[in-house]
């Protein structure tokens, strides 16, 4: 196993790594709206805050010498499955390979963020 790490993408908040390399995959955390270069969640809307946690797994994904195009299955959760529709129409333009899916409501999401995405992708 190896660990992927990269500044521009935010510290894991707990005890876990932003991705892990094993057997030519790559397994990635969960990934929330989290300015890295504040460290804190600016985003407001659901649209910005997918965006945002587009854009942190994009940074972990190519730290780790692959691309968006490789991502093969995302898990996705929404605090409100009423921004489903938004969600999807910002999704879309980051995962153009359409890589199979769950996506699902939650009671609550880390810092009170509206979306979370974790990606297995190969290398």
């Known amino acids: 196993m190896d660990y992927v790490s990269t500044k521009n993408a935010p510290d894991a ?5 932003q991705a892990v390399k094993a057997n030519g995959m790559l397994f990635t955390s969960g990934q929330i709206a989290i300015d890295p270069a504040t460290n804190t969640v ?4 659901i649209e910005e805050q997918t965006t945002q946690v ?11 010498g692959t691309t968006m ?3 093969v299955k995302t ?3 929404l605090a409100d499955i009423n921004d489903f529709a938004k969600f999807n129409e910002v999704y879309g333009t980051y995962f153009t390979s359409k890589p199979a899916r769950s996506c699902v409501a939650v009671k609550d999401l880390p ?3 509206l979306c979370e995405i974790e990606v297995i992708a190969e290398l």
């Open 13 to 17: 908040i707990g005890p876990y790594s």
């Open 42 to 45: 600016k985003a407001v809307t």
């Open 75 to 77: 898990v996705c959760f």
């Open 69 to 71: 195009d490789k991502v």
């Open 111 to 113: 810092k009170g963020v």
């Open 54 to 64: 587009c854009e942190n797994l994009k940074a972990v994904v190519e730290a780790a």
